[in-house]
């Protein structure tokens, strides 16, 4: 008999990972179910995988859908991050595949960026507007707590990473043009991938910590020596990753603080500058898992 999601949210989870569907399966997950959550933003990509990990509760959430069926373009980023932080999500780790801009950063090597730089066009990229006006800092999209956690989980794992770097989020769905990569090149870009940016962004406005896993599949169509990218291709480099990426999750969860150690938890705090008198009920209601702290 087919499992059926249920969609009233009574687990919770602490830690959520976002990725392909191949992470449902990660080795030592136990006390799975699937929960679908309801958000104001519409529904996210899939349902949640709850489950107890390293003796963590994580939700896993195929960003994409189950069978790759959003494009980067189609994927409901709101619903995605709201959804983990009506589930108590505190953390994300997101794992990504990414385009090499950099001679050194090899196919099945880890970058863990710290900058981004957004050429996206046509994705909404916050939960604030209709009512509540917010301004969150970004100058350091990445929290260096959960981050450093993955740098140390990675040497364990005796995984080849690259600590920090600049994450170039593109539109899509068609990869680079010569000119392109080779612009991303000279501006000092180091990969370059289609969703981060997005979660970054919004993770920071639900006060969840975030930090990007990225996996390097290919050099986009720069390097003389490679093939331009191809979707076989990052399949196959993704395939081979599947395997570091869980060993990498799971280390960093046995390793992982209870108390967080960074400003994200209170991103909010000095960023709302709407006046409380002004915000109309419904604007309340909507936004209040993310505001309601503060404006008690």
């Given amino acids: ?94 794992v990504t595949a990414v385009g090499s801009l950099r001679e050194d950063m090899r196919p099945l090597d880890v970058v863990l960026p710290t900058q981004f730089f957004d050429r996206t066009t046509a994705r909404p990229s916050t939960f604030f507007g209709g009512g509540i006006v917010a301004h969150i800092s970004f100058a350091d999209p990445i929290c260096p707590a959960l981050m450093e956690v993955l740098a140390q989980a990675c040497a364990a794992c005796r995984v080849n990473c690259h ?39 919004l993770a920071r406005e639900a006060e969840i910590c975030y930090s990007s896993l990225a996996m390097v599949t290919d050099y986009d169509c ?23 990426a869980q060993r990498i999750i799971r280390a960093a969860l046995a390793s992982l603080s209870s108390d967080r150690g960074c400003k994200c938890g209170s991103a909010l705090a000095h960023a709302i500058l709407t006046d409380r008198k002004k915000m109309s009920p419904r604007a309340r209601k909507k936004l209040g898992l993310l505001v309601g702290k503060y404006l008690k």
């Avoid at 593109?170 to 969703?195: C, H, L, N, Q």
């Fill in 1 to 94: 008999m087919k499992r059926r999601a249920k969609s009233i949210v009574t687990a919770k989870a602490e830690i959520g990972i976002m990725g392909g569907s191949g992470l449902y399966h990660m080795p030592g997950l136990e006390r799975v179910r699937e929960v679908r959550v309801a958000t104001p933003f519409g529904k996210p990509s899939d349902a949640f995988m709850l489950g107890t990990l390293e003796g963590r509760r994580v939700a896993f959430l195929a960003r994409h859908g189950r069978g790759h069926v959003l494009l980067p373009s189609e994927v409901n980023y709101r619903a995605n991050i709201y959804g983990m932080k009506k589930l108590g999500v505190e953390r994300i780790i997101s």
């Fill in 222 to 244: 720069w390097h003389p020596d490679h093939d331009a990218v191809t979707v076989a291709q990052i399949i196959d480099y993704l395939n081979r990753n599947v395997a570091n």
């Fill in 163 to 201: 600590r920090g770097g600049t994450y170039v989020c593109m539109e899509g769905p068609a990869f680079s043009t010569k000119a392109e990569s080779g612009t991303y090149r000279a501006w000092g870009m180091d990969v370059i991938g289609m969703t981060n940016l997005q979660e970054a962004k």
